[in-house]
């Protein structure tokens, strides 16, 4: 699941950085740190969905081990 939600994560960041500069809701050096803050948002799905990987690997390990 977690996977499915990167894609759209990300858009949603660069949709919302857009607007936030379209509309003139954050100056040109605001821009920068809302870029740093809407990223590394987009970054805590990526350790979310490369937890997820991990997690099933080991499941599968462990049902490997088994057999």
Known sequence: FSLFTLPVEFDAS???RAMLE????VTRQEAEGVKA???AAALTYVAAAATA???MLYYV???MRRR
């Not at 379209?22 to 809701?25: A, N, Q, W």
């Open 14 to 16: 660069a949709r919302a």
């Open 22 to 25: 379209r509309y003139g809701l």
């Open 37 to 39: 803050v809407l990223d």
């Open 53 to 55: 990987i991990l997690q």
């Open 61 to 63: 390990s462990l049902l």
